[in-house]
């Protein structure tokens, strides 16, 4: 079984960040940025939550698949920036955009967190007859977890959400989620109530992260881009060895909107041209889970993705995770 994409909505925030506004407080360019990244600028939520981002790129979801949202009956929010430790932004979505006989439930898969989400919604569309739409949602606001003395990791990220409304189908449909979790001291954020500073003075437990700051993210650059470089490729020949279809049957490669170089290394690894790649890293940045659906969002309403094309979604983030999924439009 499959799934049939009914709509989709994006939602940026309208504060732009150029790659000039950072050298006010960081030793940076544009130009370095933009031959290390391909980011030019980004999007910055400044006072809008998470969860209003997340509910307005629903709302537009739900318009554009012409449901009623009374019959969506599960709401999947991925989201690493959630506005609060409970309730979930699924449950705060729900309410806004109507959709009174939802479940609503969170996920956090960081920036793979879309293609989880996503996959997770195939299953329970499979398993439960009485479903009959699926919302999902990615929001995030990135912006408020970084570390503005580091000019290495605070220009490569911004905010926005994307969604997409789901039912069950005969279409083709293939995935693979996976995660290696002996590198999730690589990118990670440090909850508020766990920092180092307000553990007990004994404990039997050792901190795993212990450089980790409170509240900031933090990358090791090199690692990540190292496995970056190899997760993008698998993400896609895993699912597509499932279903035994190769990169010359795929229209569109949506992939995570990280940094262009490993955009370009997975395309070369893959054999397939940049030209079926979607690309929106160079004015959105790295939106965490957001930016895949947004590339698919882009993509749709740009005219590029057509009904009927084969489109694989590709993506990694912290934990470590990675995942494709291979689909019909």
Known sequence: MGISILGTGSYVPDQIMTNDDFTRFVETDDEWIRTRTG????????????WYMGAQASLKAVKASGIDPADIGLIISCTATSDFLTPSMASVIQHEVGAVNAAA????AACSGFVYATDVARRFLETDDSLKYVLVVANEALSRFLDFTDRSSCILFGDGAAAVILEKSDKLYSSALCSDGSGAGLLCARSLNVAPEVAVEKSDFEDPFPDVPIHKLQQNGKEVYKFAVAALPKSFELAAAKVGITKDDIDWFVPHQANIRIIETAAKKLGAPMEKFIVTLD???????????????????????????????????????????????
């Open 39 to 50: 980011i030019s600028q980004r999007r910055m939520a400044g006072w809008e939550p998470t």
């Open 105 to 108: 439930f969170d996920m956090n």
């Open 283 to 329: 004015h959105y940045g790295n939106t965490s889970s957001a930016s895949i659906p947004l590339a698919l969002c882009e993509g749709i309403e740009k005219g590029l993705i057509k009904r009927g094309q084969k489109i694989a979604l590709i993506g990694f983030g912290a934990g470590l995770t990675y995942g494709g999924i291979i689909c019909e439009y």
